[in-house]
């Protein structure tokens, strides 16, 4: 009967096929779906801004080369500089001064000072000689980065011929990841234009506000910011000394048309000239006046990273969340989580190609999670599936077993009840033939009949005993010395009459070989199951050959015959129990299906093998291979 649409076959290994509902599996899948989506969904409300960054930042450490803009340079006063004024933690007026000096013959484009000037700091006449130093370069700014004028300009210039813009350099101290890495650049902040868009502006000549990509725009409070492009690590930007640019240690036209941001590196002011990247987040390993290139060259190239759409992020995470689900329902677990791993990895790597490539952060954190966590969330729905197919399994397996039993002992009882029946049919037959009134009768033929009938029927029923043996495992080898060749002359000399009735003739080829030790009763059996498939499945009047030899440790019989052969994809299975080939000449001759399965079992209860070589319309060549 033909499988239903609601059951599937499936078999165990020596049972016959059984149903398992495909509703369950069905059932099964659909709710372990639908749980990983409600876990996308309520995993969606938390932010991760934390683990987020973390990715981020790795990402961008897996950057292959630093791609630093090569028209911004920078100058820093630091400690080395400070000793020459006496361990000075203020850069002086008078440094300031000499490093103007130096840059006035360069004519570079701009100069932003980044830092504190005001009256706190220095006196007057060191106002008057900075504001004068300034006036060397046309276009200088100054950045103040002091987190007490945050979010408003300065309200008391001191410098009246040179503009004051923000220059901070943003830490995500309380928002996104609230770790205290810089990630974004400041675009304006309370309206006005911070120092890095205004050196943007000048950079690209505009009358205007340099405009950034809207895509890549972000309101925090009154600032308008985009995420930094950091170009490398610590150092993408080499750093010259004001002792070496006060010294004229630089290559002639260094600084010329380039951009020059000026500022100080202390270890006195490490809380304000250092900050945290996504390339190191350890003490005084980059400098602000470094980051603050990095944020200039971000808005310069108007290549500011951007996060992705909402709508691909749970695009992303449902996706991943089916994903996952089939993965743990349909791989073994190993496979499983090996299919999880790679999916992972895969995920990774195209998010740090969408970061590379388009600029997009992507959200990692949540798909992360997602693949991690939905995998042993959807582990117990496998368990119940698979405790459900056990069960099955093993109530089928019970059934199976008892019918297993049943069958053996009912062939067991049969052969032996049939086993002295047929013999004494065959005896009182054979008893009958001897008798001369008889021999020379009409009736000899119907008597031979007779006893060929019940000589056919207890080697069926001995085959049925063998087979009741082996799954009893109750079959002992019995070896005996022997030359095989007569054990081979003796097969051929009882097969003789049914090779006659096809006018097939039996040759031999037998090399002269030593006696070894082998189960006579059991080879006699192959032998006799070979020569007599032979007769059977040749043509009339055709040849069959017995062949011996020895190779080495190995004692080789064959039986060659001229009959159809068997197809390929028959050769394997024909030594299987009960398997009959589909050839309708095969199907004419009656048999058990049994014959050649007894001839592995016994070739390989003697530790040797059976090979097959045929070749249809040429014959087929069985070769019994024992060792000696």
Not at 308 to 331: D, E, Q
Not at 362 to 378: E, M, N, Q, R, S
Not at 437 to 443: I, L, T
Request: glycine content about 6%; proline content about 5%; hydrophobic content about 40%.
């Amino acid at each position: 009967m033909p499988p239903d649409e609601n059951h599937s076959t499936e078999s165990i290994p020596g049972f016959l096929p059984f149903r398992v509902p495909r509703r369950g599996r069905l059932f099964t899948h659909l709710s372990a779906s639908l749980l990983a989506v409600l876990f996308v969904v309520g995993l969606q409300q938390f932010p991760l801004d934390h683990l987020n960054g973390f990715f981020g930042d790795l990402q961008f450490r897996l950057r292959l080369f630093p791609r630093p803009v090569s028209d911004i340079v920078l100058i820093a006063y630091d400690d080395r500089s400070a000793e020459r004024y006496y361990g000075s933690t203020t850069f002086p007026a008078e440094e300031i001064a000499n490093v103007f000096e130096s840059l006035e013959t360069e004519k570079p484009l701009a100069v932003a000072f980044l830092g504190a000037i005001d009256e706190d700091l220095y006196s007057a006449p060191e106002i008057q000689m900075i504001e004068e130093s300034f006036q060397r370069v046309p276009k200088t700014l100054v950045g103040y980065t002091d987190d007490d004028s945050l979010n408003q300009l300065p309200l008391k210039p001191v410098l009246t011929t040179v503009a004051f813009y923000p220059g901070f350099v943003s830490r995500d101290t309380f928002s996104y990841g609230a770790d205290s890495v810089s990630r974004r650049a400041m675009i304006t902040l309370g309206g006005q234009p911070t120092l890095y868009a205004e050196l943007a502006r000048l950079y690209h000549n505009t009358e205007t506000l340099f405009p950034i990509n809207h895509a890549h725009r972000s309101a925090e409070g009154s600032a308008l910011q985009v995420y930094i492009n950091w170009q490398g690590p610590p150092g993408t930007y080499p750093t010259y000394t004001t002792e070496q640019v006060t010294r004229k240690q630089f290559k002639a036209g260094t600084f010329k048309n380039k951009i020059v941001l000026l500022g100080s590196k202390l270890s006195a002011h490490a809380k304000s000239d250092y900050i945290s990247t996504p390339y190191a987040r350890g003490a005084k390993t980059t400098s602000l006046l470094e980051g603050a290139a990095h944020s200039l060259g971000t808005l310069i190239r108007n290549d500011a990273v951007f996060r992705s759409p909402a709508w691909l992020n749970w695009l992303v995470n449902i996706s991943v969340a089916l994903l996952t689900v089939n993965i743990v329902l349909f791989f073994s677990p190993v496979v499983g989580i090996l299919s999880v791993i790679a999916e992972v990895v895969v995920l990774f790597s195209l998010s740090w190609l969408a970061l590379v490539l388009f600029q997009c952060w992507t959200d990692f954190a949540h798909p992360f999670l997602i693949a991690c966590f939905g995998y042993y969330l959807v582990i117990p729905y496998r368990l119940v599936n698979e405790y459900r197919q056990r069960w099955h399994y093993q109530q089928k397996s019970e059934l199976m077993a008892q019918l297993e039993q049943l069958k053996s002992n009912f062939l067991s009882l049969v052969s032996h009840d049939l086993k002295t029946p047929i013999a004494r049919i065959q005896g009182n037959a054979e008893l009958l033939l001897s008798n001369p009134s008889v021999q020379e009768g009409k009736d000899a033929k119907l008597v031979q009949a007779i006893i060929n009938t019940a000589e056919n029927l207890g080697q069926h029923v001995e085959t049925i005993l063998d087979l009741a043996r082996i799954e009893s495992a109750e079959i002992p080898l019995h070896r005996t010395s022997k030359d095989i060749n007569a054990t081979i002359l003796e097969v051929i000399e009882s097969r003789k009459a049914l090779a006659l009735e096809k006018q097939i003739e039996i040759r031999t080829s037998l090399e002269p070989l030593f006696a070894f030790k082998f189960d006579i009763r059991l080879m006699r059996r192959v032998l006799a199951n070979l020569v007599e498939n032979a007769i059977k499945y040749s043509p009339e009047g055709s040849i069959i050959e017995l062949r011996s030899s020895e190779e080495q440790d190995w004692i080789r019989v064959s039986v060659v015959d001229q009959g159809n052969g068997i197809a390929p994809e028959e050769q394997e299975r024909i030594f299987t129990k009960f398997y009959r080939g589909s050839d309708p000449a095969t199907q004419k001759e009656k048999g058990t299906g049994l014959g050649l399965y007894l001839v592995k079992y016994f070739v390989e209860l003697h530790n040797g093998f059976v090979e097959l070589q045929s070749e249809q319309g040429k014959g087929s060549t069985f070769t019994v291979a024992l060792p000696t």
